[in-house]
């Protein structure tokens, strides 16, 4: 069975005080759940990444970062590269976030590009995809989805995906407090697990974790998490508190004993 993995987006909040809050309340109330069982992640901003990994030290939260550049070092003002993540002991990247690609002009090939870079480092890359709404009342969910990965996991061989996270991100989900329906999740990521299939083999697919992001909640996880082909969530404004994050991971853990 693949390990689910539960990871928190804080995206542009929490200063650094509150950051360390947030990490010691979560690392308090989740700390009897079995980190054999699940991966849960913290992905704090750029800023509080170092003294939210020290207090992760010898816990079972692990590390996780928003973005990457896809050069080791160079004259790239404000961007921040694999090695830099490595450097300070992050072991998970978000890759080609929906607002990255909708703010800041990223794109499947920049996605290809980072996604290679983080893999290189020894980072475990999450790679997000997903249709807006126009797209999907168009039609062409799939077809979109198909793009994303095609380009997105263009020139990663068998052993390189194995190490790679996919979040399937309806963008009409995200943060709007419109969850998509199981069904619509469910659809939507046995299509990529399928295709995954037709890029790679059977056994490769079976292997890569797929998670669920869009307005999860305390109240919608565990009905996402019984679903065959969704391996966890990514999860937005939910994460944000000790509350609802621990009661998202528990109720997570729960429905996988
Ligand atoms: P949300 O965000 O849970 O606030 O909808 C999810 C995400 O953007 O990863």
């Given at each position: 069975m693949r390990k689910t993995i539960i990871a928190g987006?804080?995206?542009?909040?929490?200063?650094?005080?509150?950051?360390?809050?947030?990490?010691?309340?979560?690392?308090?109330?989740?700390?009897?759940?079995?980190?054999?069982?699940?991966?849960?992640?913290?992905?704090?901003?750029?800023?509080?990444?170092?003294?939210?990994?020290?207090?992760?030290?010898?816990?079972?939260?692990?590390?996780?970062?928003?973005?990457?550049?896809?050069?080791?070092?160079?004259?790239?003002?404000?961007?921040?590269?694999?090695?830099?993540?490595?450097?300070?002991?992050?072991?998970?990247?978000?890759?080609?976030?929906?607002?990255?690609?909708?703010?800041?002009?990223?794109?499947?090939?920049?996605?290809?590009?980072?996604?290679?870079?983080?893999?290189?480092?020894?980072?475990?890359?999450?790679?997000?995809?997903?249709?807006?709404?126009?797209?999907?009342?168009?039609?062409?969910?799939?077809?979109?989805?198909?793009?994303?990965?095609?380009?997105?996991?263009?020139?990663?061989?068998?052993?390189?995906?194995e190490g790679v996270v996919i979040a399937y991100e309806p963008v009409w989900a995200i943060g709007t407090g419109k969850t998509a329906t199981f069904q619509q999740a469910q659809e939507a990521q046995k299509y990529i697990r399928n295709l995954l299939v037709k890029m790679y083999n059977n056994e490769v697919a079976e292997k890569i974790r797929i998670q669920y992001g869009g307005s999860v909640k305390p109240e919608n996880i565990a009905e996402l998490i019984r679903q065959p082909d969704i391996d966890g969530a990514l999860v937005g404004g939910a994460s944000l508190t000790t509350e609802s994050f621990t009661a998202i991971v528990k109720k997570a853990s729960e429905v996988r004993k």
């Open positions: 987006n804080w995206k542009m909040y929490k200063t650094v005080v509150q950051a360390i809050e947030l990490a010691n309340g979560l690392k308090r109330e989740l700390f009897a759940v079995a980190s054999d069982e699940i991966d849960i992640v913290l992905c704090p901003p750029f800023t509080a990444l170092s003294e939210v990994g020290e207090v992760l030290v010898d816990s079972n939260l692990q590390l996780g970062a928003q973005d990457t550049f896809w050069q080791d070092e160079g004259a790239f003002t404000g961007e921040v590269s694999p090695m830099m993540l490595r450097d300070i002991e992050v072991k998970f990247v978000i890759i080609g976030h929906s607002e990255r690609r909708q703010y800041f002009g990223e794109t499947n090939e920049s996605v290809n590009k980072k996604l290679k870079a983080a893999l290189g480092a020894g980072l475990v890359p999450i790679v997000c995809v997903g249709e807006t709404l126009k797209q999907r009342e168009g039609g062409e969910t799939f077809k979109v989805l198909e793009e994303q990965l095609r380009e997105g996991l263009k020139g990663i061989e068998e052993q390189g995906i």
